[in-house]
């Protein structure tokens, strides 16, 4: 097994790397993961334990093994045919709040994608973003200047993760941040299953003044694995339809809800 230098990890870090080493390996075992993280084996199986339940992996005896057809989220050509009408809703709300002249983050996502799409409708536009496609369908448009974030392509996604962009993100300011998300609740906020996806989620966010979630109606209650924004970092939601109830309870938290209809 390649050795990875590790001290003492929080929870989430250490189940990254868990997460990573079943993405290379396909199986791994709790004393290897108890020497190799510096914690306990009773530790390691409740990270195993809590990585089955969000559908991370499956439980063996003594260790673990990738889940069959998990990875965790469905990839990009299969996730862009899911509520595109939603999608294209959602889009078309967004650019109403995008104004010649500003600098905005596209986080990558189907929806953002189609975002990208309607820019060319608006002028002097920097464009921050982690997506390829993103970036390649603003390449040649007059008006817009893109800043495509380095680091690792995550296959089957095409966007870059990694710390090679994070490095120099402390200097770049946005004034709107567009950021999807696989799940929202009221309680845990914005989620999604990858780990390193959530990292860096979390470094874009500082990035941005204003930080606007996009979020079909089939999201809403759904938990995923991770938290990458609580509602209080949230100041915007957009979404194409929404209950009265979670209307009322994200005003009463301070957040901005955008939507077609509800």
């Known amino acids: 097994m390649a050795s990875i230098k590790v001290e003492t990890f929080f929870a989430e870090e250490r189940r990254m790397k868990i997460q990573q080493l079943i993405r290379e390996r396909k199986k791994v075992q709790v004393a290897e993961l108890a020497e190799m993280l510096k914690v306990s084996s009773t530790t390691i199986r409740t990270d195993l334990r809590d990585m089955e339940q969000s559908l991370l992996l499956l439980r063996t005896h003594g260790g673990a093994i990738e889940r069959p057809q998990a990875r965790l989220e469905t990839q990009m050509h299969q996730r862009e045919a899911l509520q595109s009408a939603e999608k294209q809703i959602i889009a078309k709300l967004v650019l109403e709040e995008i104004q010649n002249g500003d600098t905005i983050l596209l986080d ?52 870059t993760i990694g710390p090679a962009w994070e490095n120099g993100m402390a200097e770049i300011s946005v004034d709107k941040g567009f950021f999807g998300t696989n799940g929202f609740s009221i309680d845990s906020g914005a989620s999604t299953p990858d780990l390193g996806q959530a990292t860096n989620k979390r470094e874009m966010l500082r990035m941005v003044k204003k930080v606007y979630l996009l979020c079909d109606h089939e999201k809403f209650g759904r938990v995923s694995f991770t938290r990458f924004a609580s509602l209080d970092q949230i100041d915007t939601v957009v979404t194409d339809r929404i209950s009265s109830p979670d209307r009322q309870q994200l005003e009463q938290a301070g957040i901005e809800v955008l939507a077609a209809e509800g």
């Open 108 to 159: 990558t996502g189907t929806t953002t994608r189609e975002v990208a799409r309607l820019l060319a409708r608006r002028d002097q536009l920097t464009v921050v973003t982690n997506d390829l496609v993103v970036a390649g369908t603003l390449e040649n448009i007059p008006g817009i200047d893109v800043f495509l974030m380095g680091g690792i392509v995550r296959k089957g996604f095409q966007c």
